[in-house]
């Protein structure tokens, strides 16, 4: 496979990683990074001996993909250049602020021949690939991603900082369209929703509850899907799946009458990696990525119904 020329725009928490990604794969080379703050353009490109740019138009012309991790308000206008500009975009979650950006940007993707793909990085956590193959119409799920405060990421709500990974994956499973929804949250610490639980029903019946919350005072990143066949609990944080289905326990620790508990550990992966992997096969092959923007789009869809409604129903708390 010839070489990827890729650049990385926004090199602050996540974007630094990004370069070095590119930096260490045989499939790319990197060309540059670019980074309004001067100073951490240049010490990372330092790192990863490449040339530093201040304006990231100055990598149209030297590069064939970007990775864009700039701040989300942003995400639209530095997506659309490189985009028009024929160039193919691998750009953080979510993919924009609005749908009607988000729409925009498939257009010109799709009318330029483009490779545009989103940055859901639990799609690529090896425990959810391992569960992918054998999820079959879930009929419940239940999600907790809470997080300690941080800082970054608050320019948007919680529900679009972490929610918003576990309604990518929830869409993913349950392929049916959303029939009701009921959203409840508010702003804590920040100017923005900062804790968020919705209530999820779709046209094929299967139902969701998804929590999310960044002022927890632990780290936990847990999904649970029900189906016939029996129950998965998905650990992304452990790398981990207990999965309890029909068959005889050996160990007698079953809590169900015929049933059967199977625990699977992961080695330490690296998501970030695979995903820029993925992406580099994509522009080289001209596939459809594995989180297309139109994946983007529909978890942003969803994601921006449950912070309208939570705005909605908690307008005098937020005032």
Not at 176 to 183: E, G, L, P, T
Request: aromatic share 6%; glycine share 6%; with cysteine.
């Amino acid at each position: 496979m010839k070489k990827i020329r890729a650049g990385v725009v926004g090199v602050g928490y996540l974007g630094k990683f990004h370069a070095e990604k590119y930096a260490n794969l045989t499939e790319a080379e990197l060309v540059g990074v670019a980074d309004n703050n001067a100073r951490q353009a240049e010490a990372v490109a330092g790192i990863n001996k490449v040339q530093a740019f201040s304006d990231y138009r100055e990598l149209v012309g030297r590069v064939d993909a970007v990775s864009i991790a700039v701040p989300t308000p942003r995400h639209h206008r530095v997506a659309k250049y490189f985009l028009e500009n024929g160039i193919d975009v691998l750009v953080e979650k979510p993919i924009t602020t609005t749908l009607e950006e988000a729409d925009e940007l498939i257009d010109i993707a799709e009318k330029n021949g483009c490779i545009l793909q989103v940055g859901h990085l639990e799609r690529f956590n090896p425990a959810v690939h391992a569960v992918k193959g054998i999820i079959d119409r879930p009929i419940f799920i239940e999600s907790n991603r809470l997080s300690l405060y941080q800082p970054r990421g608050t320019d948007v709500s919680v529900v679009l900082d972490l929610m918003i990974h576990d309604i990518d994956i929830i869409l993913t499973f349950v392929k049916s369209k959303i029939a009701y929804s009921h959203a409840m949250g508010a702003p804590v610490v920040s100017d923005h929703v900062d804790i968020a639980n919705a209530h999820l029903e779709f046209e094929n019946g299967a139902v969701a509850n998804v929590t999310a919350s960044r002022i927890s005072s632990k780290n936990e990143r847990k999904i649970r899907l029900f189906q016939k066949a029996g129950y998965f609990s998905v650990d992304f944080a452990n790398r981990s799946i207990m999965h309890i289905h029909p068959g005889n326990s050996e160990s007698g620790r079953s809590p169900v009458p015929g049933m059967r508990i199977e625990e699977h550990k992961f080695e330490q992966g690296d998501a970030l990696r695979d995903e820029i992997q993925s992406f580099l096969q994509v522009v080289s092959s001209r596939a459809t990525p594995e989180v297309s923007g139109r994946m983007g789009r529909e978890a942003l869809h969803m994601a921006l119904d449950i912070t309208r409604q939570i705005r909605e129903s908690s307008r005098w708390f937020m005032e």
